[in-house]
């Protein structure tokens, strides 16, 4: 079965760069949507966005400005980069596979454990 | 962006009881395009349920989805110990997906 798992620095100080990678196992990394959902201590959850195995990808809009993702289908990997942070990007970030409903973005399953990144002055 | 409103935001509960959570959108949601997960102290959501009424793999048949449009609801017909948790819904009719503030099912 397949099974995700993120891996990146916990650690990310205020204004830099917050870099995530997820590792898929158990599967291919093709035909899927593979996405970013964050959830800060105590809160919900917020789509940050997806890459399909193309490289194509979608994002939040709310988020578009300072996110990019990245996918390395030989690794069966998927990355997350998001700039500028500031202490509201204090989160457990998820990545998950992304089901399609016909060609569209649908529902995730299975997530990752989820990684907490911390930003700190 | 579709706004997706929960309630109640706490639901307390005896164990063999029937739980209701409603789930209503800001607007209609194509093609039912709508699941619910769970998630339970330090672990990630799981998938319940998609289009609105399929069940995941593996997952009990006391969990059940309904609802269309602006609508929906997950019922668990009777709690087990192990469904005290938080519910979130998620809609990916339209992007950007969103989910709902999430409902807390609490042992009365």
């Known amino acids: 079965q397949v099974q995700l798992q993120e891996s990146g620095p916990a650690l990310v100080k205020l204004s830099e760069t917050l870099s995530l990678t997820c590792t898929v196992s158990g599967g291919s990394i093709s035909s899927y949507y593979w996405s970013w959902i964050r959830q800060p201590p105590g809160k919900g959850l917020e789509w940050i966005g997806h890459i399909y195995d193309s490289g194509s990808t979608n994002y939040n809009p709310s988020l578009k400005s300072r996110v990019t993702m990245s996918v390395d289908t030989s690794k069966n990997q998927f990355s997350l980069i998001l700039s500028s942070v500031t202490a509201a990007d204090t989160a457990v970030y998820y990545c998950?596979?992304?089901?399609?409903?016909?060609?569209?973005?649908?529902?995730?399953?299975?997530w990752g454990q989820g990684a907490l990144v911390t930003v700190s002055s | 962006e579709i706004v997706l409103t929960q309630s109640p935001g706490t639901l307390s509960l005896s164990p063999g009881e029937r739980a209701t959570l409603s789930c209503r959108a800001s607007?209609?949601?194509?093609?039912?395009?709508l699941a619910w997960y769970q998630q339970k102290p330090g672990q990630a959501p799981r998938l319940l349920i998609y289009?609105?009424?399929s069940r995941a793999t593996d997952i009990p048949d006391r969990f059940s989805g309904s609802g269309s449009g602006t609508d929906f609801t997950l019922t668990i017909s009777r709690l087990e110990p192990e469904d005290f948790a938080v519910y979130y819904c998620?809609?990916?009719?339209?992007?950007?997906?969103?989910f709902g503030g999430g409902t807390k099912v609490e042992i009365k």
């Open positions: 607007q209609s949601i194509s093609i039912n395009s």
């Open positions: 289009g609105a009424s």
């Open positions: 998950a596979r992304t089901h399609r409903r016909g060609w569209d973005p649908g529902w995730f399953d299975p």
């Open positions: 998620q809609q990916y009719g339209r992007s950007p997906l969103t």
